[in-house]
Structure formats: structure tokens, C-alpha cells
């Protein structure tokens, strides 16, 4: 899996401007292997239909997975008697590795494909393609399991079919309903940040590109179709279905471990001013709240075994207490990977101090429930002890997390954490800016001597850094007010990081220069409402 990340965003979707003559705004690739019967009847059937009705420009590409027949040769008369009709031939089989490289090639600003046999009414090839003209979404599927869609196909197929959607479903949390439709269609800057981050060559290329783009929260319209199946389809469906798994617990794992840079495909919410500046929406809480409540449900297990282990031992508020003390450990930790994203080492012992202290108020709540129900009863039940205790946590849970959220894990909308300090930066126009200088003195942190020269308040050259260089400078935190008058400026703490910028989709990036400036008090960012 490919774990380098990239710093920039996908801008906001626009509605494609209509193309100079010639200029094709939709290019539909048609990966075959050994398909010299049908593939000019299909060449020629989608031609005719894109000529009548696609209202744009357009370019077909036969792309050839090392046939061995005539298939060539068919291609490449089809080509030469075309003008919209391009050959590609690749050396190597793969549905994906063909896709991947003349979708990564073409100039098209919406990119598609379809199977060989057509097994798709091609009156749904419009409706496919506008959303991402429009601007409307990134990617687009032709469904076989929509309600409205009409599919003549085998009880075998429809089983498989069905069922491995399932287990899309059920093991990766798609929820697109018809992940092997060959009938697709992506943007073309998406495709460029995408593809590089999918892995399949095969099949499961498909699959894997919707499951990233999905939880990339990039929008997928899916099209209901009318489908026929092909009896002739040379698609191995034992080994197509054995890689498909194997490729499910790839990428299940590579979500899991957060080894995947999805950040490259955040896009803005949208195009309309008010989306930008959201005010009172807590971001991302749906989905804290399920990750919380499916760690909370394991610390609770896992503190009633540790309960009951130690009540073998010991009393039962020192049981209480060790079994919190463990399981709050585990807690914090599982929260801060899982719940609120927050990888590395950075912070880990101020996390789990912090966490300690939430631990303790759950202390007093369980203890003091504890100690009520001893109070009204000289020996109660251990299951009723059982039973204080669990609503005792619920309350403390409930409390736990807001806590979590707005003190140990606050949502920084204006920067990120790196090794335990805060980034404060921004990106305007591609580049990272600020301002045009940097105070020239360096604020010692606290485990540096004082220097014993005068701080001096002119201004340095600016600091740049450059993505090529693979440097950037973390700066820039409020300080004291200066002592010599200036009580309008902070003096700047700031510390140089390096990190890795990554070549997105393969590529070079530009020059994007970062300039810091110190934050006046009263300075506010009309881009950042809060």
C-alpha cells in the first residue's frame, strides 16, 4: 500500500465548460482480451449512439490486455477508419493495470468505461457521465441492484452478486450498491489523485477505487440500469471471486491501520459561499460517536472481566478502582487512534495524563455508587453490584466523551498537531502563505537557556520552504506581549519540522512557498469563521 501523503485538496466541483471543437470532454475505455468476434460490433454500436446523442465531444479507446488473437489488428482498423477512435495496447493482462494507464494518460475531463459485450443499454451512458459534467459528483456507477433497474441474468450470478455486495457491506461499510458493474465514470482530477492509491491490476480495481473514493467522502451517483447478461462471458468466477477477497482484507486492513493517504481527496463541501463557512456544526461527530460508543462497548467488557477478576482479591472499591485504572488506560489509548485519529507519539503522555483525570471522575461516579448501594445494603449481590456499577459508567461515559471531544482531543480546525506542538498555517491558492516576515529572535522553549542578547524586533528575511525540498517550518504560536512597548504584537515561537510532501498521483510537484508571519491579536480570518 502506498502511505505517502500530499498536502493539497482537491478544489471545489465546477460544471465542466463546454470544449473547443475536437476537443473530447468524455472518453470511454474499453479494456478486452481476445474479443476479435465482438468488439467491432461494439465499437461500431457505441459510436453510432455517442454520434446521435452525446451533446459533447467524445473519444472511444480500446484498450488491449495482451491478446494473442486478431484483436489488434481489429483494433487498429477500427482507429484508422474512426476519427473518435483511438488504439491502446498494453503488454500485460488486467482490467485495472488497463484502466489505470489510459485514464492516467488521457486529456478527457470525464473518463469511462464500459465491457466489451454491452450488456448495458447504453441509454444510460448520459445519465452516467452529466452528474460529473455538472460538477455534481466525482464518480458514477451503473447499478444492477437498484430497485428500478431491470436485469436478466442466471440464479448463479444474481446469488454472487448479491452476496459479495454483502460483504462489501458488512467488512468495509461500503454503502454503494453494485461495486462490478462494468459501466463506470470518474472525473479526471479525481482520477489523478485516486488511482495512484489503488492497488488491484485485476477485477477488484473497481471494488477497491469506490471503497477509497467512499471513504474519501467523495460523492458517487450510482444509475440504475437495464442489464442482460452475457452467456458467453469468459470471466473466471471462482478465481475472480477468491481475489476479490483477498483484495477485501487488503484494504480492509489498510483502513484500519490508516496507512492510506485519503486526505489528498478532501474536496470543499461545496460551491455555494454558506457551505464554506458552516458555523455550530461539530465536524465529524456521527462518526466519533459510533467509534466511541464501539470502543466504550469493548472497555465495558473489558472492565467487568477485570472486575470481577480482581473482586476475587480484593474489596470491592479497591477492585473498582484497579479495573478502572486499567481499562481507562486501554480506553484512552483505543479513543485516541480509533475515535479521533490522532496517530504517532507525539502528546501520548499528556493524552493519558488528561485521560487519567476523566478516569477519576468516573472514579467518584462508580465509587460513590458504590458506596450508596453499601450503604442501603450491608451485603449485596455481586450481579447487583453488577448493575450499579454499569449504570454508574453510563453516566461517566457520556461525560467521558465530551470531555474527550472539547479537552483532550479539541478539534483544531486552524492547524494540526505535530510532535506535540501546534501547526498554524495556510493554504491559499496551492501554496502555503502568511505573512511576509518572521520576528528574527528565537523564543526559547523551556528547556532552552535564555539568550543574553536583547531580543531584537526587526524583521528577518522570510522563511520559505518548498515542497520539492521535501521542508516546511511549523510555526507559530501566541508567546508574552513584548516588554519594550510593542503590546500589539506576540513574540513568535517557532520550530522547523521536516515531513514528507509526497509526489501526488506520481507527479512532481510545483514550488508552493510558505511564508510565517506572527498573529496579532485582533487579526481574524474572514476564511476561517468561528
Not at 465546477?14 to 460490433?41: M, R, S
Request: hydrophobic content about 40%.
Amino acid at each position: 500500500m502506498r502511505t505517502d501523503s500530499s498536502p493539497g485538496t482537491l478544489p471545489a466541483r465546477e460544471h465542466l465548460p463546454a470544449g473547443n471543437a475536437g476537443t473530447p470532454v468524455l472518453d470511454v475505455v474499453i479494456p478486452v482480451y481476445n474479443e476479435e468476434k465482438d468488439l467491432q460490433p461494439c465499437v461500431l454500436r457505441l459510436h453510432e449512439h455517442l454520434a446521435r446523442t452525446f451533446p459533447y465531444a467524445f473519444r472511444i479507446t480500446i484498450a488491449d490486455n495482451a491478446s494473442t488473437d486478431t484483436t489488434p489488428r481489429v483494433a487498429a482498423r477500427l482507429a484508422a477508419e474512426l476519427p473518435e477512435v483511438m488504439s491502446f495496447r498494453l503488454e500485460q493482462k488486467g482490467r485495472g493495470r488497463a484502466l489505470r494507464t489510459v485514464w492516467s494518460a488521457s486529456d478527457a475531463p470525464v473518463l469511462a468505461y464500459m465491457d466489451v459485450d454491452l450488456s448495458t443499454d447504453l441509454n444510460a451512458l448520459l445519465p452516467l457521465v452529466a452528474p460529473l459534467i455538472s460538477g455534481h459528483s466525482d464518480l458514477a456507477i451503473g447499478s444492477r441492484l437498484a430497485r428500478s433497474s431491470r436485469v436478466v441474468r442466471g440464479t448463479k450470478r444474481e446469488f454472487i452478486s448479491r452476496a459479495y455486495n454483502l460483504i462489501l457491506r458488512g467488512s468495509l461499510q461500503a454503502r454503494f450498491s453494485d461495486a462490478q458493474c462494468g459501466f463506470k465514470a470518474i472525473r479526471r482530477d479525481v482520477a489523478q489523485e485516486l488511482l495512484p492509491l489503488v492497488e488491484d491490476t485485476g477485477w477488484f480495481f473497481d471494488t477497491e477505487m469506490l471503497v477509497l473514493a467512499e471513504r474519501a467522502g467523495l460523492r458517487i451517483h450510482e444509475v440504475p440500469v437495464d442489464w442482460v447478461d452475457d452467456p458467453n462471458s469468459t470471466v473466471h468466477i471462482v478465481k475472480t471471486a477468491t481475489d476479490d477477497l483477498k483484495g477485501v482484507w487488503r484494504v480492509g486492513k489498510a483502513l484500519a491501520t490508516g496507512s492510506l493517504a485519503l486526505d489528498r481527496l478532501a474536496r470543499p463541501f461545496g460551491d455555494d459561499p454558506r457551505d464554506r463557512e458552516i458555523q455550530d456544526v461539530p465536524r465529524g461527530l456521527a462518526r466519533q460517536l459510533l467509534g466511541f460508543c464501539v470502543v466504550g462497548g469493548f472497555s465495558t467488557l473489558f472492565y467487568l472481566l477485570l472486575y470481577s477478576g480482581f473482586r476475587a482479591l480484593f474489596a470491592a472499591q479497591i477492585a473498582n478502582a484497579l479495573a478502572l485504572l486499567v481499562s481507562a488506560i486501554a480506553n484512552t489509548a483505543a479513543n485516541r487512534r480509533l475515535t479521533f485519529g490522532v496517530r504517532g507519539r507525539g502528546g501520548v503522555i499528556k493524552h493519558q495524563a488528561q485521560g487519567l483525570v476523566v478516569f477519576g471522575i468516573g472514579l467518584a461516579l462508580t465509587s460513590g455508587s458504590l458506596a450508596a448501594l453499601h450503604a442501603a445494603t450491608s451485603a449485596p449481590a455481586h450481579s447487583t453490584e453488577l448493575a450499579v456499577l454499569v449504570a454508574a459508567n453510563l453516566a461517566a461515559t457520556v461525560l467521558r466523551f465530551l470531555l474527550f471531544r472539547a479537552w483532550v482531543f479539541p478539534d483544531r480546525r486552524d492547524g494540526s498537531f505535530v510532535d506535540g506542538s501546534y501547526v498554524e498555517c495556510s493554504l491559499v491558492d496551492g501554496s502555503l502563505a502568511g505573512g511576509s516576515t518572521v520576528a528574527a529572535s528565537h523564543h526559547p522553549a523551556p528547556h532552552e537557556p535564555a539568550p543574553h542578547q536583547p531580543v531584537s524586533h526587526h524583521p528577518a528575511p522570510p522563511v520559505h520552504a518548498t515542497a520539492a525540498t521535501a521542508t516546511a517550518t511549523a510555526t507559530v504560536r501566541p508567546g508574552q506581549p513584548e516588554p519594550y512597548g510593542h503590546q500589539d504584537w506576540f513574540r513568535p515561537t517557532y520550530t522547523t519540522t521536516p515531513f514528507r510532501a509526497g509526489e501526488a498521483a506520481d507527479r512532481t510537484w510545483g514550488e508552493p512557498t510558505m511564508q510565517m508571519r506572527p498573529v496579532r491579536p485582533h487579526d481574524q480570518d474572514s476564511r476561517n469563521a468561528r
